[in-house]
T-cell receptor
């Protein structure tokens, strides 16, 4: 059983640019959630995708958008990058809708630095 | 608004010195309280889920308990490899049919020889 994987591991961008982060969910999982973790803070919920549809969103502006593909992998896109977007971006996958406990298992994260 | 407060922010223990980490929470419609362990620069690693007051779960030197307002993570006879940041999170359903985790800021544990 493969765990959650994310790419790239590190990324440096300049203010105003756009970035795409990728996540492959754990085998058998149908739900992906994205979180932003600033240094010294707990992860903050961005949004969640279930079977290719967004089914929940946190307090993040529309320039944060996402996709989920038929194989349940996912992308997080951030437009018009700001300095405050510098953070560790975490993807978590879970098996929802089947009464399986819906525990979210996290990937290793992508470290984004905006200069 | 959901709130999760963890204390202490940092804890330094000697190997074998038992202690407890606290997680106080306020959430409307709790659908599970989660404990994760996070090593520097890595993603959180799942430890426990607790669903109802009075529930307890154990794994090696760790034991998690839950009341209606707080959860404790007890560490018995810790070893240096237990050094990490321990995160507490509460889950509830959200508009759209999904669910989200709200995390505390974590307790940074350092276990010394």
């Amino acid at each position: 059983e493969t765990g959650v994987t994310q790419s790239p591991t590190h990324l440096i961008k300049t203010r105003g640019q756009q970035v795409t982060l990728r996540c492959s969910s754990q085998s058998g999982h149908n739900t992906v959630s994205w979180y932003q973790q600033a240094l010294g803070q707990g992860p903050q919920f961005i949004f969640q995708y279930y079977r290719e549809e967004e089914n929940g969103r946190g307090n993040f502006p529309p320039r944060f958008s996402g996709l989920q593909f038929p194989n349940y992998s996912s992308e997080l896109n951030v437009n018009a990058l700001e300095l405050d977007d510098s953070a560790l971006y975490l993807c978590a996958s879970s098996l929802d809708g089947g009464g399986a406990g819906e525990t979210q298992y996290f990937g290793p994260g992508t470290r984004l630095l905006v200069l | 608004e959901d709130q999760v407060t963890q204390s202490p922010e940092a804890l330094r223990l000697q190997e074998g010195e038992s202690s407890s980490l606290n997680c106080s929470y306020t959430v409307s419609g709790l659908r599970g309280l989660f404990w994760y362990r996070q090593d520097p620069g890595k993603g959180p690693e799942f430890l426990f889920t607790l669903y109802s007051a009075g529930e307890e779960k154990e794994k090696e030197r760790l034991k998690a308990t839950l009341t209606k307002k707080e959860s404790f993570l007890h560490i018995t006879a810790p070893k240096p490899e237990d050094s990490a940041t321990y995160l507490c999170a509460v889950r509830r359903w959200i508009t759209g049919g999904g669910n989200k985790l709200t995390f505390g800021t974590g307790t940074q544990l350092k276990v010394e020889l």
